[in-house]
């Protein structure tokens, strides 16, 4: 008997079901199968890990990863559902490409008069555009003057122009950096593309290129985070994996719709957090709120009133507090790593929210590291409905229940779309009443009903919106940011050292900056390479375009 046609031959309508008594009970029993068939399918996932374990303890390969079918495989994306609300909506024109192309020259094509007839009459052009591209050397040989003073017994030499240090120019160091960040190219296939077309350079220089003498660069970074930081009451945050010398990492990325930030270190904890935030300017305080946050992280009242006995400064640098914890927990067999994580994470808290530029909102998925340190905590509604979509029921009533449940999930969310357009305080008590009924709704399958009753508990998160209009709905602006780095990794390992990591962070910041301020990327590293600085500096337009800009 084929077990699955069997459940799926299961079509039965509970509510046209009369007698309550009986409806219960195939409820019930219908829930049972739903958790039965679940608990068979993780069995049997993990049966079959362990089986290629053991094939790979005795030497043997393990099941091959291979992926299915587009058509078979589970799609949880929410896209469809999320851009649905927008297609009967007025189609914007589309722009013409053609139009915005620059013509460096214009040719005039002639047809041979012997093959036109007697009669012809002209008419005029008519145009093709053809776009193309020449890559030529330029290699420079500078002839500077030389002077020498007997008197002074020295020698005085004319400078070279500004940009031009080294044995390469300020466009081909510009290239190298564009090709490898923006055109995601290996360093050994920026080295071949290059040798091809006739430059004499080696893998060590490509890479020193990269990673060398970049301080100005890092100043950028600073300054266009401090200014992102300042351009909304809102800031998104998500993070990846990293490696850095056969280490993992994390690579967090912070942004707003002016800029992209990346930052790579070894944790994703709070203070990791608080460290980004604040720039690497972490502080410490403690006072009563300190120990009342560190009282609901569930630091241990006997640890927490010795704080209060030591007699403390209200604010500490990194420094003093470790010697505090060192002196607290002396005993090195006994690390307390938790309890001092929870006093590290409490004071710094509290100390950001006090200071005068804290960011008042962060937008993330619902991952711990990111609660209490902000004010507001908006959580991201595609997050939410991943999870819905990650339910595989095999009863086909659960499965309408399912679907028709989805149905009203995205309904719902394409009217918080509406009211971000046009927000009044009547549509959002519409709003918070709808929410109310929509997530109190009994489904009878209990997978969804427990799904429902979790997302009502985020009740205050994800309806931030009808207080904030201006912020997203979604932490999608943070989640494209972090496939920049997930295909930096596709190119590129890991970072063999702080310093390439770094760079590596810096310059995709820069250049996803670039991008959302429609700047061309590739001539502003020329323009700072290159010494002119003609150029406004991202974080002035950041200022700029998000004052020209109502966020609320």
């Known amino acids: 008997m084929d077990i699955k046609k069997a459940i799926e031959a299961i079509n039965i309508d509970v509510d046209k079901v009369a007698d309550p008594a009986i409806c219960s009970i195939i409820v019930h029993l219908l829930n049972i199968i739903e958790a039965q068939a679940q608990e068979i399918k993780e069995l049997k996932e993990e049966n079959q890990k362990l089986r290629d374990e053991n094939n790979r303890l005795k030497g043997g390969p393990g099941k091959p990863d291979i992926r299915p079918h587009k058509k078979d495989s589970k799609d949880i994306s929410s896209e469809n559902e999320r851009k649905k609300h927008h297609k009967d909506k ?107 077309h006739g430059v004499f350079i080696s893998a060590a220089t490509v890479s020193r290129i990269i990673t060398d003498n970049h301080e100005s660069f890092h100043q950028e970074k600073k300054d266009i985070v401090q200014a992102g930081l300042s351009s909304t009451i809102y800031q998104q945050m998500d993070d990846t994996g990293a490696r850095v010398n056969g280490e993992n990492h994390f690579t967090h990325i912070l942004c707003n719709p002016w800029y992209t930030a990346y930052f790579t270190r070894r944790n994703k904890n709070r203070l990791t957090i608080l460290e980004i935030l604040t720039q690497g300017e972490l502080s410490f305080q403690f006072n009563e709120t300190s120990y009342d946050l560190m009282e609901v992280l569930q630091l241990s009242t006997k640890t927490i009133n010795q704080l209060k006995e030591s007699n403390l400064k209200n604010i500490m640098n990194r420094k003093e507090v470790e010697v505090l914890l060192d002196d607290l927990f002396p005993n090195p067999k006994k690390p307390h790593r938790r309890s001092r994580g929870i006093i590290l994470e409490a004071s710094a808290i509290v100390s950001y929210q006090h200071l005068p530029h804290a960011v008042p909102l962060l937008l993330t998925d619902d991952a711990p590291q990111f609660k209490q340190i902000t004010e507001l905590l908006a959580l991201c509604w595609i997050h939410d409905g991943r999870h819905y979509k990650k339910l595989d029921p095999v009863i086909s009533s659960h499965i309408k229940k399912l679907e028709k449940y989805l149905d009203a999930y995205w309904r719902y969310y394409h009217k918080l779309l509406d009211y971000k357009e046009s927000p009044t305080k009547k549509f959002a008590k519409a709003l918070l009443k709808e929410f109310d009924i929509l997530f109190s709704k009994k489904t009878g399958y209990n997978v969804l009903d427990d799904r429902i009753k979790k997302t009502k508990l985020k009740k205050d998160e994800l309806l931030l919106v009808l207080k904030y209009p201006q912020i997203p709905l979604h932490n999608n602006a943070s989640e494209l940011g972090a496939r920049v780095q997930a295909r930096y990794r596709d190119i590129s390992f890991q970072t063999k050292n702080l310093k390439g990591t770094e760079c590596k962070d810096t310059f995709m910041t820069i250049f996803e900056t670039a991008k959302k301020l429609s700047v061309n990327a590739y001539n502003y590293i020329l323009d700072r390479i290159s010494g002119k600085c003609k150029m406004p500096s991202l974080a002035s337009l950041i200022t700029l375009q998000s004052a020209a800009y109502d966020t609320g």
């Open 90 to 196: 007025k189609n914007k024109k589309s722009k013409n490409k053609m139009n915005n192309i620059k013509i460096d020259r214009t040719l005039k094509l002639e047809i041979p008069k012997d093959q036109l007839p007697e009669d012809t009459l002209f008419k005029g052009y008519t145009k093709s555009v053809i776009q193309d591209i020449i890559i030529k050397m330029d290699n420079i040989e500078f002839k500077k003057e030389m002077y020498y003073s007997p008197s002074l017994n020295k020698t005085f030499v004319a400078s070279l122009p500004p940009g031009y240090h080294g044995a390469f120019g300020p466009n081909l160091k510009s290239h190298i950096m564009a090709l490898h960040f923006i055109g995601k190219m290996t360093e050994p296939a920026i080295v071949t593309f290059l040798q091809t």
